[in-house]
C-alpha cells in the first residue's frame, strides 16, 4: 500500500532572494535536508516541490510578519537593486527579531570588514545591533557572473568584456555558497561565525578566457578594455550609470590586484573541493553557445 511522503521534522527556514543564484539551489539542499522550507517571492505563488511559497517583499513592510510567523531561521540577502538598506532591511531585521528567530544566515561579501561603506556592512551592523543570532557567508565573486551579466558578450561577440587588467579573481561557484549556506542552517555551531568563501585559485581574465575556448571549441578573447571603453559599452547598452559605475568599481578593485584572495574555508566547510572554474564553464557550457 502506498503510503504519503512524511512531512519533513527539519527547522523552518524561510529563503529571501530563493530565485537567485544562491537562494534556488539552497532551497534543492535544505528541501533534501528535511528542512520546512517556506520561499520568499514577491510573486509569492511559486516554490519547487517539498518547499511552501510564501509572499515577501522587502519594500513593503506589511508582508514581512506574516512571512517571519512561525519561522526559525532565515536565509537572508540584500537583493542588487536595494541600496537603502536602512529603509529596506533594517525592517526585516526587525521583524525578524519581532517574530523570534532564533538564527539569520547573511548573504555579505568578501572584505566587508574593512569597507564600513558597503550596504552588506550596515546590514551585519543591523543584524549585531538586533542580537540576532547570525552566521556571516562573505563571499567573492561569483562564477554565474559570466553566465548572466557577461553572458551575451561570452555568446554573441565571443569575448570577455571587463576592465580588470591582469588581476586575479579568487572566484566561488553559487553552488558551494547555498551548499555551505545550508549546513549552517542545518547544523548547529555556526552562530557568531563569519566564513570567508572563495574557490581553490585564484585566475586572470586571459586564463578564464583560455578555459572558456577550450571547453567550448571556440576562440573567446580578453581584450582586456580599460574601464573608459567598457563604461561606454554598457551606456549604450542604455544602462543607469550608477550600475555602470559600481561594476567598474568591482573590476577596478581586481585591476589594482585586490581580489585574488584564496581562503581554504569553503574546502573545510564542505569537505571537498571548491567547484573549479572548468567544471562551472562545462556545467553551463549551454548558455554561450
Ligand atoms: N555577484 C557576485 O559576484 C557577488 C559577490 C559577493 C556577494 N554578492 C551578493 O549576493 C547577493 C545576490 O545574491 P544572488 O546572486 O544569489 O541573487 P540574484 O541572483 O541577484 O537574485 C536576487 C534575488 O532577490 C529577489 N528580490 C529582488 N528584489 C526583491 C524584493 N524587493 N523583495 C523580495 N525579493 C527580491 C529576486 O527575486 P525575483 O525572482 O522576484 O527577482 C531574486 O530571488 C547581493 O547582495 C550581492 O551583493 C554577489
Not at 519561522?71 to 525592517?91: C, G, H, Q, T
Not at 585566475?203 to 571603453?229: C, H, Q, S
Amino acid at each position: 500500500m502506498a503510503s504519503a511522503a512524511a512531512e519533513p521534522k527539519g527547522p523552518r527556514v524561510l529563503v529571501t532572494g530563493a530565485s537567485g543564484n544562491v537562494g534556488a539551489p539552497l532551497v534543492e539542499h535544505l528541501v533534501a535536508g528535511g528542512a520546512r522550507v517556506l520561499v520568499a517571492s514577491r510573486e509569492g505563488t511559486r516554490a519547487p516541490v517539498g518547499a511552501k511559497a510564501v509572499r515577501f517583499d522587502f519594500e513593503d513592510a506589511a508582508t514581512h510578519a506574516p512571512a517571519l510567523e512561525g519561522v526559525e531561521k532565515v536565509f537572508l540577502l540584500r537583493p542588487p537593486a536595494i541600496s537603502d538598506v536602512k529603509r529596506y532591511m533594517l525592517p526585516v531585521v526587525r521583524a525578524a527579531k519581532d517574530a523570534g528567530v532564533r538564527h539569520v544566515v547573511f548573504l555579505s561579501l568578501l572584505g566587508v570588514e574593512k569597507n564600513p561603506v558597503m550596504p552588506h556592512a550596515h546590514v551585519e551592523r543591523f543584524i549585531l545591533e538586533a542580537g540576532l543570532p547570525h552566521t556571516f557567508l562573505r563571499p567573492s565573486f561569483f562564477m554565474q557572473n559570466l553566465s548572466t551579466t557577461h553572458r551575451d558578450d561570452i555568446r554573441e561577440h565571443d569575448e570577455i568584456f571587463v576592465p580588470a587588467g591582469k588581476g586575479r579573481t579568487g572566484f566561488i561557484d553559487a553552488r558551494d555558497i547555498a551548499a555551505v549556506a545550508a549546513r549552517t542552517l542545518l547544523e548547529d555551531g555556526h552562530e557568531g561565525k563569519a566564513y570567508d568563501l572563495t574557490g581553490s585559485e585564484a585566475l586572470t581574465y586571459a586564463e578564464v578566457a583560455a578555459l572558456f575556448t577550450e571547453v567550448l571549441g571556440r576562440p573567446i578573447r580578453y581584450p582586456e578594455p580599460g574601464a573608459l571603453r567598457f563604461a561606454a559599452r554598457w551606456y549604450q547598452r542604455k544602462h543607469p550609470v550608477a550600475f555602470i559605475a559600481v561594476m567598474t568599481g568591482i573590476y577596478t578593485v581586481c585591476r589594482l590586484g585586490l581580489a585574488g584572495t584564496v581562503t581554504p574555508e569553503t574546502q573545510t566547510l564542505l569537505g571537498r573541493a571548491p567547484i573549479s572554474m572548468r567544471q562551472f564553464i562545462q556545467d553551463h557550457q549551454a548558455c554561450w553557445r
